[in-house]
Structure formats: structure tokens, C-alpha cells
């Protein structure tokens, strides 16, 4: 398996094999985030076809509870693997990852948000990969239903917060 940042010409992959599930293409909000440098949004290859999905976001988690706790943090956002191939490791390595490029930037840090209401598999993996508990919050963000109408949403979360090895010196 490898993994990419997005290319232009990846974003109808993705909208085929992981549907936005709405009228605007998420994907494609996030592959516009990378070209202005405020994330990378990775892709996971096993073959031909897109496996997984993450964004890291370099400005961090959008929360000011987050912020006020681990300001400058990188936050791993949208993880999201192809339901049929769950538990195969493709999300552990788009996280590792994800990790590995935070490091070169020369973080210390890297947060991601689990759901407070109950995301079991994501929180054991999250946990198996060295993550803790920070900070409770209300992650605000909205979506946009198939008939391009926008809805807020608050979910309660949980900011989980890794240490990162120090960037390797040449």
C-alpha cells in the first residue's frame, strides 16, 4: 500500500468509492485546503482504488476549547477507510503517516477528535496508537444536504492528543 497527498485527478476516485454523501464534494473542500497549504490531505492506496482517506490539518483543531489547550497542534481530520476494508491497518497507516509528516514539520504534537457518543473501533485504535484523552469539546461544523441546503451540527468529542518523536537530525 501507498500513500499520496490528493491529486486533482484523484477527486472522482474518491467521490466513487467514498461518496461525500451530499451535494458538495468533500473531498474536493479538502484537496482545495491543501493547494493553499493549511492541510494535506492524504490518500491510501492497497491498488488502483483509494482505500482511506485523512486530512492533516497544519492550523489545527477548529475548537477554541482545543486551542486553548494545545495551541499549534496539528489535527488529524475525515479519517475514513472503505467500510468492506475495515481492519486491514489502512487507517493506522494513514495515521502514522499523518504522524510522519507532522514530525518533519517539526511538531511536537498531533490531535485528532473522536466522537463522545460512542466510536468504539475508532477510540481502540486511537488508543493502540498511543493517543490520550486532552480535552472534551463540541465539534461544530456544518453539512450540506442533497439539496444544497447547510445544517450546523454539535457533536460532543474528545480531543486526543499524541506525543511525537523528535524530528531525526541528519
Request: proline share 6%; with cysteine; hydrophobic share 40%.
Amino acid at each position: 500500500m501507498h500513500i499520496t497527498a490528493c491529486r486533482q485527478e484523484d477527486l472522482d476516485a474518491l467521490e466513487e468509492r467514498l461518496p461525500s454523501s451530499s451535494a458538495v464534494s468533500y473531498h474536493a473542500q479538502r484537496f482545495a485546503r491543501q493547494v493553499t497549504g493549511t492541510s494535506t490531505f492524504l490518500v491510501a492506496w492497497p491498488d488502483d482504488l483509494p482505500a482511506g482517506i485523512c486530512e492533516v490539518r497544519w492550523d489545527g483543531c477548529a475548537a477554541s476549547e482545543v486551542r486553548a489547550v494545545v495551541a499549534g497542534c496539528p489535527e488529524i481530520n475525515g479519517l475514513h477507510v472503505v467500510d468492506a476494508l475495515h481492519s486491514r491497518g489502512i487507517g493506522s497507516a494513514l495515521i502514522l503517516h499523518a504522524e510522519r509528516l507532522a514530525s518533519e514539520r517539526g511538531a511536537h504534537l498531533i490531535g485528532l477528535g473522536v466522537d463522545d457518543r460512542g466510536n468504539p473501533r475508532a477510540a481502540a485504535l486511537y488508543a493502540r496508537l498511543g493517543y490520550r484523552p486532552t480535552v472534551r469539546y463540541l465539534d461544530r461544523y456544518f453539512y450540506t444536504d442533497d439539496t444544497g441546503v447547510e445544517h450546523p451540527v454539535e457533536d460532543p468529542a474528545i480531543f486526543l492528543v499524541k506525543q511525537l518523536a523528535p524530528k531525526p537530525q541528519p
